[in-house]
């Protein structure tokens, strides 16, 4: 077996990893240390950071129909990657059999879109 | 290894793309379920709302009778071959299960499209709003959805694809196919909102739960045999170069999947909770065609993977009909809710389905086929009858209220007296017919194990009459409460279902024999 | 000791250790991001056993949108971030089945495989499993769709928005 095609991302990580390691370790060595309150807290993009969701609530059930759409073309994808390199051989038999599965899909997502799936409000 | 660069013409020589042959006429009553299906899921996102309830109902109806007229058509060819490379097997059984599932699905398709009963139909529209919000209230004035009826074909397709299916992955796929409908049907009765969802939850938990072990037993099965096809499993057996461990361990975790499907005790929790609180209609479709299809696929498995280990599997899979049988029944006894009542009953029916199944003969497979059929027919006609029983909050379930229903409404208790008749198993109905032929075939075999199945089979018979005479006399004899229940005047589709079901019940306990001979006919597995 | 055997035990031992962690730990949210640790040394090891695609899957699939589903479950049933105690339970019934399920399964493969080896296939990659894909597994393939299909049926019959809202459509 030849995982040789990997050793290049794995020097990425050992690379990225040393990185972080060295720059963390050397700013606790080096750096000052002044704390202030805005400082201590975790970061959120400037949001006030809360345990809970905005507002303490749940959040919207159409977080879940976009995930759920996501997911699916997710999978769909997974597919189309083995039957395109090995589309060459499969010839019109493959590709109608894509075309089918990706009909179907796509109906999923035509109803969707008329059932009002794809507007946020 | 580079296989995410493209390939290089060298290595695409390397690899053999044998197309597979596809036998399209075989898998036509599939594909024009799915077909139809999909269909549905456009004319629910296209159709204007007014016509979608008229265009679904038709286009079910219409696809389920290709359907069968497509598995008829297929059972007159004879064809009896392995097609979608091995992936599925076109023999007697598959066809005979596929047409009743196929009449068993019209059948209960007229319950699920039945409107007059109730405004807007038994379903809402949305499964997850909170009970007793103001969208609740809102939703509970508003038309159902129309969803169910692409949902309910979904359904058939997998289960369709289910009893064919000759391979351990395909069977995967085409239980989930089936199962994950079914999960959603549990959800959307329009009355007792907070029971259905709660039916629905339960249902899905455990069904997943009963798929995990599936795969892992499917993964397991791999291991031993290198191969997930039924035939490979059976020859791998015979050869038994890998620790048999590995096989019993597959094959029990594959039989939890199975058995959870089919309600089986230990796996039967799940069924009083999800019959009570599913739309009546869907547990019609449940009890009927549900149970045919993962019958049919667990005798599939037993009886051409696993005939080898025959002798291995009989004691466990014979403590477990025990079980089902004593459990079903006994509990039925305690049960004050009429669909409970059904939900045990159909938990004993499980009991003795595997008492047939377990004879390991042709007269064991037919028998179990025709009881299936049989079961079918009567269980939905039964549910047909409770969706009647109404008062202002919807089914009036309860059994002290159906107290009385005799004077009340002569005609449907008459019906419904014949049908628990034929549940208790009483001459000149099908219920008699089909425990005679699966009890017979299993004394048939003349061993051991089956001759105390059928002893057990009897003896909880005898106690599941009780339960069963009880609603009866209740019917008949007891005075009506206070405020009883009205019996709403059926809707044609309601109708033609109750008729075709206790026609069929009769016929099938007077005249079993063209049946019978079907079902005879058709019992052989191929490999 | 070859270097794919050292990495087939790192991996394995990572994906134990977080595998424990996600049973183990108090918060919700790190459960479902020892998760990610899990499924990608899972990945990994497929890696390994040069089933490329297959590792590839798994990082998409689970890894990248299994565990974004989960958060978002999280999300939608107010679960609090962070210690939640409403959601302990007693440990010993689900270490003895777990433990139990887990060494038993271990036992079994142990005693079925012993010291045999098996020569690595040189055939897991996207051209193996696409060739599979649509010859021997081309109606499963297909009926995948219409899952996907029902499934999204039913996340719409689930959480559709406000239908009395948009009567005409």
């Known amino acids: 077996m030849s995982l040789s095609a990997y050793v290049p991302i794995l020097a990425l990580f050992a690379l990225a990893t040393a990185f972080t390691l060295f720059s963390v370790g050397i700013s606790q060595i080096v750096g000052p240390k002044r704390y202030n309150r805005a400082k201590l807290e975790a970061y959120e993009c400037g949001i006030e950071p809360s345990p809970e969701p905005v507002g303490g609530g749940r959040f919207p059930v159409k977080f879940y129909l976009t995930a759920m759409l996501f997911i699916i073309f997710d999978i769909e994808i997974i597919f189309l990657y083995p039957w395109a390199v090995t589309f060459a051989d499969l010839g019109l038999f493959g590709f109608v059999e894509m075309l089918l599965f990706i009909g179907t899909v796509f109906i999923a997502y035509a109803y969707v879109w008329r059932r009002g799936g794809l507007d946020w409000d | ?527 | 000791m070859t270097t794919a055997d050292v990495l087939m035990l790192a991996l394995g031992a990572v994906a134990v250790g977080a595998a424990a962690a996600v049973v183990t730990t108090r918060q919700i949210v790190r459960a479902g991001l020892w998760l990610v640790v899990a499924l990608g040394s899972l990945a990994g090891l497929y890696l390994v056993l040069s089933a490329e695609l297959v590792a590839w899957v798994q990082v998409l699939i689970y890894v990248g949108a299994v565990v974004v589903l989960l958060l978002f479950a999280v999300m939608l049933t107010r679960a609090p971030i962070g210690v939640s105690e409403d959601l302990d339970r007693s440990r010993w019934p689900g270490l003895l089945i777990g433990g139990g399920a887990g060494l038993g399964l271990a036992a079994l493969l142990i005693d079925a495989y012993q010291w045999s080896t098996v020569d690595l296939a040189d055939g897991a990659g996207a051209e193996e499993v696409g060739a599979a894909i649509f010859r021997s597994w081309v109606l499963p393939f297909e009926v995948l769709s219409v899952l996907l299909l029902a499934a999204l049926v039913g996340a719409i019959v689930i959480s559709r928005p406000d239908v009395s809202a948009r009567v005409g459509r």
């Not at chain 2, 791999?222 to 035939?231: K, M, N």
């Not at chain 2, 198993?425 to 075939?441: D, N, Q, R, Y």
Request: net charge neutral; with cysteine.
């Open chain 2, 1 to 527: 290894m580079n296989g995410f660069t493209i390939a290089t013409p060298a290595q695409v020589l390397a690899i053999d793309v044998r197309l597979p042959d596809l036998d399209y006429a075989a898998m036509a009553p599939m594909l024009v379920l799915f077909g139809a299906a999909c269909l549905g899921v456009l004319v629910d996102a296209f159709a204007p709302r007014q016509s979608r309830h008229t265009i679904q109902f038709a286009l079910s109806f219409i696809a389920l009778t290709v359907a069968l007229l497509a598995v008829i058509r297929e059972a007159r060819v004879g064809s009896r071959e392995l097609t979608a490379d091995v992936a599925l097997a076109i023999d007697g059984p598959t066809l005979f299960l596929q047409g009743t599932l196929a009449v068993l699905g019209i059948v209960a398709l007229l319950l699920v499209g039945e409107r007059a009963l109730e405004k807007g139909g038994p379903f809402v529209s949305q499964a997850a709003i909170p009970v007793g919000s103001e969208a609740d209230r809102r939703q509970a004035r508003e038309e159902g959805a129309t969803e169910v009826f692409p949902l309910t074909l979904f359904a058939l397709s997998g289960m369709m694809l289910f009893v064919a299916a000759n391979d351990l992955l395909t069977m995967f796929v085409a239980l989930e196919v089936f199962s994950l409908p079914l999960y959603l049907l549990c959800a959307l009765a329009r009355r007792r909102r907070l029971v259905s969802q709660e039916a629905a939850l339960k249902y899905f938990l455990l069904g997943a739960f009963a798929s995990a072990f599936f795969i892992f037993g499917m993964a397991l099965l791999y291991g031993f045999a290198g191969t997930v096809s039924f035939g490979g499993i059976h020859d791998a057996a015979l050869l038994a170069t890998t620790s048999p461990l590995l096989l019993f361990t597959g094959l029990a975790m594959v039989a939890v999947g199975l058995l959870f499907k089919i309600a089986a005790v230990p796996f039967h929790v799940w069924t009083p909770d999800v019959y009570q609180g599913a739309p009546t209609s869907v547990t019609a479709f449940m009890a009927a065609c549900t149970k045919v299809a993962a019958f049919g696929g667990l005798l599939r498995v037993l009886y051409v993977a696993f005939d080898r280990a025959r002798w291995d599997i009989e004691p466990v899979i014979g403590t477990i009909a025990i079980l089902t049988m004593l459990v079903g029944a006994i509990l039925a006894v305690t049960q004050t809710d009429i669909k409970r009542l059904l939900a045990y009953s159909s938990i004993a029916n499980a009991g003795y389905l595997l008492v047939g199944a377990l004879a390991f003969s042709k007269e064991g497979l037919s028998s179990a086929m025709f009881y299936l059929a049989a079961y079918g027919f009567t269980v939905i006609a039964a549910f047909a009858v409770i969706t009647l029983v109404r008062d202002d909050d919807g089914e009036a379930t309860h059994l002290s209220r159906w107290a009385g229903l005799g004077r009340e409404a002569p005609l449907v208790a008459g019906v419904f007296t014949f049908l628990m008749l034929a549940f208790a198993g009483i001459p000149l109905t099908s219920g008699f017919t089909s425990k005679f032929a699966v009890f017979g075939a299993a004394l048939g075999v003349g061993e051991a194990w089956p001759v105390a199945l059928v002893i057990v089979g009897v003896v909880t018979s005898m106690i599941l009459a009780f339960p069963y005479l009880r609603v009866v006399v209740m019917m008949w004899l007891s005075e009506p409460a206070e405020q009883s229940p009205t019996v709403a005047i059926p809707g044609a589709f309601t109708s033609a279902a109750l008729m075709v079901g206790v026609l069929a019940t009769l016929l099938l306990g007077v005249f079993p024999s063209p049946v019978l001979d079907l079902a005879d006919r058709a019992a052989e597995f191929i490999r």
